[in-house]
Every structure is written in C-alpha cells, then in structure tokens.
C-alpha cells in the first residue's frame, strides 16, 4: 500500500522560509508528476506548483519566484522550498503523486502552514 508523508511545516514569521518534504512508501515505481498543492479554511484546494519526471515545473501566479519545486526520484521524494512567506500562503499543504498508467493519485495527509505577519 502505497503512503504519502509530508514533513517540514510550522510556524514562520512573514518574510521568512520553510521546506516541505514528501516520500512515498510501499511498492511505487515511475511517477509522472509530483505535485503540491494548499487549502486554505474556507478555500478550494489550489494547485502550488507541480513538477513532471523529466523535470518541467508549473507554479501557481502567487508563489512564482518565491517557491521552488525539486523531486528526487530515486527517493521517491518531492520538495517544496518557499521563500519569502506571506501570511496568505498560510495553509494546509497536500503532497499529490500520479502515476499515468494505470492512471492513478495519491495524496499525502496534509502539513499545517502557517505564516503570522
């Protein structure tokens, strides 16, 4: 079975930087797309940023130049480095995986962010 843990969230002053980080566990092999997304209360879940195995990356308008997606894939592993926080950034982040074929997701149970001003 295959598990999702995120890691690296807190609580960060207005200005300043975190890492997320996301493995999967269990019998997982060749993921296309590692992705991050964030739900704040009352918000629909957005997509942050995304990365694909060859290593093309997507953001979101909001986080551009300040996050930065990687993955490691011989660790199954994706990371999130944001920078220059704002107090609107705050929320819960989700890791997301999908593999192609078959077609399916997995998503991670969530890290809390939170950026006081």
């Known amino acids: 079975q295959v598990q999702l843990v995120e890691s690296g969230g807190g609580l960060v002053q207005a200005g300043g930087s975190l890492r997320l980080s996301c493995t999967a566990s269990?019998?997982?092999?060749?993921?296309?797309?590692m992705a991050w997304y964030r739900q704040a209360p009352g918000n629909q879940r957005e997509l942050v940023a995304d990365?694909?195995?060859?290593?093309?990356?997507n953001y979101a308008d909001s986080v551009k130049g300040r996050f930065a997606i990687s993955r490691d894939n011989a660790k199954n592993t994706v990371y999130l480095q944001m920078n220059s926080l704002k107090p609107e950034d705050t929320a819960v982040y989700y890791c997301?995986?999908?593999?192609?074929?078959?077609?399916?997701?997995?998503w991670g149970r969530g890290t809390q962010v939170t950026v006081s001003s």
């Open positions: 997301k995986m999908t593999k192609y074929w078959p077609r399916t997701d997995y």
């Open positions: 269990g019998s997982i092999f060749s993921i296309n797309v």
């Open positions: 990365i694909t195995s060859g290593g093309g990356t």
